[in-house]
């Protein structure tokens, strides 16, 4: 009797805790983020390919700006953040430590080489720096191309709720939104670097 009783009990107490489990409400939230596509800057430049007579870009980094916080808040203006780590030709890269309501923008380096890491790479990974570092040499490596999407805006600080100014030129900064991926607008195409 016993043994009848439990085989008849124990799969109602486990089907109880499945229909229990299945009442649970779940949410989920995107992450708040700003996306560079190589697809905005590349223009006419070949990706990825090796060729002698043309050079192609094979690496590039972005870093980004915030260019909201006044020149009074004791902070350089515009105040870079981390930047990506190298990604090929193809890859976008996204910015997840970004504030909405806060405007920026970003700097792009382009290389021709694969060698290339951040400087102060460790095994720990990525640094976060915009200096690169050839990988089998340790020399400095400067960006053969280099662009911007978005720039600063007039006066140097941005507020998207009271300054209209700020986004009545043709390259405006870039406002992430709460929960959302934006893509960084307002990008010129790469050109030699200085």
Same mark, same amino acid.
């Given at each position: 009797m016993r043994v009848g009783l439990v085989s008849?009990? *124990?799969?109602?107490?486990? +089907? =109880?805790?499945?229909f229990a489990s299945s009442t649970a409400t779940v949410t989920t939230t995107n992450p708040t983020l700003l996306v560079v596509d190589p697809a905005a800057f590349r223009g006419d430049l070949a990706c990825g390919e090796t060729?002698? +007579?043309? $050079?192609?870009?094979r690496r590039w980094v972005a870093t980004l700006y915030d260019v909201s916080i006044p020149a009074d808040a004791g902070f350089p203006t515009p105040f870079p953040l981390a930047s990506s780590a190298p +990604?090929?030709? #193809?890859e976008s890269v996204s910015f997840a430590y970004v504030l909405p309501g806060h405007c920026y923008f970003a700097r792009i380096d382009a290389y021709d080489t694969d060698t290339i890491a951040p400087q102060g790479v460790a095994d720990a990974g990525p640094t =976060?720096?915009?200096?690169? @570092?050839? #990988?089998?040499?340790?020399?400095?490596? /400067?960006p053969r191309?280099?662009?911007?999407?978005?720039?600063? $805006?007039?006066?140097? @600080?941005?507020?998207p709720y009271v300054d209209a100014i700020a986004f009545a030129g043709p390259r405006p900064? /870039?406002?992430?939104?709460?929960?959302?991926? @934006?893509?960084?607008? =307002?990008? *010129?195409?790469?050109?030699a670097a200085p």
């Open positions: 008849v009990l *124990l799969p109602s107490l486990f +089907a =109880g805790c499945i060729d002698a +007579a043309a $050079p192609t870009l +990604a090929t030709c #193809t =976060g720096s915009p200096v690169m @570092v050839d #990988t089998t040499t340790g020399a400095v490596v /400067t191309w280099t662009t911007t999407c978005g720039e600063p $805006p007039v006066g140097g @600080v941005c507020d900064p /870039t406002v992430p939104a709460l929960d959302q991926s @934006v893509t960084v607008g =307002g990008c *010129l195409p790469l050109r």
